[in-house]
């Protein structure tokens, strides 16, 4: 089962390129952003990627094209200036590609075309495919599509397509959710096979915000970066990726799946500087089919005073709402002080470190966090006790 993976960032900074070239030895193929079209009215302009050619070629793997396309409802036709727009379009990328060394095996188009409007998006999907050479042609499908009579018809104008499974709610009835329920996607996945045509599936491994009115409709999504202004009144509730539910997914169709589905494609690869979303550890045991370890410890550094931490040992993220007990003997403790997010209470022969409430505290796999510090009038060895019950 190949297992790829998109880089969708449309900024190339030095973090990206690091991301670049530790995915590339991770996964079957990077698919990279190659720019967003937006419209300007019934016009469309390019917002191109900065993509580092030279970072992409020094890869020994082929990789993939994609295109995102902004909403539109039309009209749709195989011959106006839209539809010729995204083909030079699609081919300027591709030719960029070529122009550094790059060989591309597949081009992607994103749009989430309307429900009913999928006759009108392959009009597009034919133009392209008419002009697009040698790269194999893929778009990504939402699972609503499944239920229209159209869709058959729009999968004969690409060669092969990515089920996205995931999303934010529409509706914030259920702060529970998840981006991914785990058997509606298999559901979806099931009947997507009924149509044998050759389909990966996309699953989430971020977090997001989404914000919802006094009626529940959602108002709109924050990712990282600048976030968004909502308006008075407006709820927010934070939706994840369940790594242990995806990873159970994953290993059922290590060993059953549909004949013609390929694979996945994680959206989206780890980076340093993307705060919501997995790191390496986490996607590595999800990508094997098993549950990201668990392992938070508190350690200690230094002799006198005593610097305190918490460390994320396991490999998937953790959340910390406990407090940390520091015990001794034989010692009087003169100081102590905690870090911002915590209260700090002793006794004679204890200090106990509480996270404040409401302070959840995100640990990263392989990140340390401070706690605080005690100092003795001699050296000491404080035993420690992590309780990550709420107080």
């Known amino acids: 089962m190949t297992q790829r993976g998109y880089l969708w960032q449309r900024d190339w900074t030095q973090s990206v390129a690091e991301a670049f070239k530790e995915a590339e030895s991770r996964v079957d193929m990077v698919v990279i952003l190659g720019g967003e079209i937006v419209w300007e009215g019934a016009t469309p302009r390019l917002i191109k990627s900065s993509i580092r050619w030279d970072v992409v070629a020094q890869t020994t793997k082929p990789i993939a094209l994609a295109l995102r396309i902004a909403p539109y409802g039309g009209p749709f036709a195989s011959d106006d200036a ?7 379009t699609a081919n300027s990328l591709l030719a960029d590609a070529t122009g550094h ?59 092969d397509y990515v ?6 709610p529409a509706h914030g009835s259920d702060p529970q959710a998840t981006l991914c329920d785990a058997p509606l996607a298999r559901r979806a996945t099931e009947k997507a096979a009924q ?46 990726s369940d790594a242990t539910e995806l990873a159970r997914l994953i290993a059922d169709w290590k060993q059953n799946r549909p004949a013609v589905m390929q694979g996945v494609v994680w959206y989206r690869l780890p980076m340093d500087s993307d705060l919501r979303n997995w790191r390496w550890p986490t996607l590595r045991a999800v990508m094997d089919g098993r549950e990201p370890t668990h392992r938070l410890d508190v350690g200690t550094a230094g002799e006198n005073p005593v610097d305190l931490e918490l460390i994320n040992r396991g490999e998937a993220e953790e959340r910390f709402t406990g ?24 006794t004679q022969d204890s200090a106990i470190f509480t996270a ?13 966090r401070g706690i605080g510090w005690l100092r003795y009038d001699r050296r000491a060895q404080p035993e420690l006790v992590l309780d990550p019950s709420p107080r």
């Open 101 to 159: 060394g790059c060989k591309v095996a597949e081009f992607q188009l994103d749009f989430d075309c309307a429900q009913k409007k999928l006759a009108g998006y392959r009009a597009w999907l034919t133009t392209l495919r008419s002009t697009l050479h040698p790269a194999r042609l893929s778009i990504t499908a939402l699972p609503s599509w499944l239920e229209e009579g159209e869709f058959a018809a729009l999968l004969g104008a690409v060669d």
């Open 163 to 168: 089920l996205q499974v995931h999303s934010v």
């Open 82 to 88: 839209s539809a010729r727009f995204i083909a030079a």
């Open 323 to 346: 407090s940390v007990t520091a015990h001794w003997n034989g010692a009087a403790l003169t100081a102590a002080d905690s870090v911002a997010g915590w209260t700090l209470r002793t």
């Open 356 to 368: 404040e409430t409401g302070q959840a505290l995100r640990l990263l796999p392989g990140e340390r």
């Open 195 to 240: 149509l044998r045509r050759r389909f990966s599936v996309a699953l989430p491994t971020y977090r997001c915000l989404g914000g919802y009115d006094a009626e529940g409709k959602l108002l709109g999504v924050a990712m990282d970066g600048v976030q968004p202004s909502w308006p008075r009144g407006t709820r927010v509730l934070e939706f994840g």
